[in-house]
């Protein structure tokens, strides 16, 4: 059975300031992870991917996220928030078949001027 | 290139009244298709996903249902909604090779 684990249901941030998202997983199989965005009333953006290969993960935004299988994470950063970053962050994992993602509960980011 | 449609985008329904919500891909050919609900404060749950015309998997026991009369074509339902049925519907698709899930644009639900 897979999940995920968000810690810290909202984050407040001063513009310029690093981003930290947590995000935590269990899986069963090599997993593949997912970070989406979602701003007030839309649907779920992409924002990057682990599949296989590099660890490192850059996306849009200046976002990236590194997969550590020891610690069963894929945290999310960026260098410098920027108020355009406020928005809900979600962590999803699929597992090889690709029928069923799971997500996280989410963690609301707020961007401080 | 891929689109998915969702419609209506808000809905006012009062109690015991029925309910479809209905999805669209387009650009694709035998997607899987998928049913999130958003509940306030409480992330995204799958509700439903389907690898295949007429096949339906429930995730979570519920008052809800859904169908898939065409390939690229997904249908929430209700025949009797509850209070707790109110949320924000999402629905989704994924190549059934694919590793990425996208995204409609979500349809808030009311029940009064």
């Known amino acids: 059975a897979q999940s995920v684990t968000q810690l810290g249901s909202h984050v407040s941030v001063s513009e310029g300031a690093l981003v930290l998202l947590r995000c935590n997983y269990s899986?069963?199989?090599?997993?593949?992870l997912f970070w989406y965005v979602q701003y007030p009333n839309q649907g779920l953006q992409l924002l990057l991917k682990?599949?296989?290969?590099?660890?490192l993960v850059k996306g849009i935004n200046g976002f990236e996220a590194e997969f550590k299988k020891s610690e069963t994470s894929f945290h999310l950063t960026k260098p410098s928030a920027h108020m355009s970053d406020a928005a809900e962050y979600f962590c999803?994992?699929?597992?090889?078949?690709?029928?069923?993602?799971?997500f996280g509960s989410g963690t609301k980011l707020n961007v401080k001027p | 290139s891929q689109t998915i449609h969702q419609w209506p985008a808000t809905l006012v329904q009062p109690v015991g009244s029925p309910l479809s919500l209905e999805c669209t891909v387009e650009?694709?050919?035998?997607?899987?298709l998928y049913w999130y609900r958003q509940a306030a404060g409480r992330g995204l749950q799958l509700l439903f996903y389907s690898v295949g015309i007429g096949q339906i998997s429930s995730e979570v026991p519920q008052n809800l249902s859904a169908s898939r009369p065409q390939d690229r074509q997904f249908i929430l339902s209700s025949k009797k909604l509850l209070l707790s049925d109110s949320g924000f519907y999402l629905c989704?698709?994924?190549?059934?090779?694919?590793?990425?899930?996208?995204f409609g644009e979500g349809s808030w639900l009311t029940v009064v």
């Open positions: 999803a994992v699929s597992e090889g078949n690709f029928n069923k993602f799971y």
């Open positions: 989704a698709w994924s190549r059934v090779t694919g590793n990425t899930i996208y």
């Open positions: 682990y599949t296989t290969g590099a660890t």
């Open positions: 899986s069963s199989v090599p997993p593949y």
């Open positions: 650009g694709t050919s035998n997607p899987n």
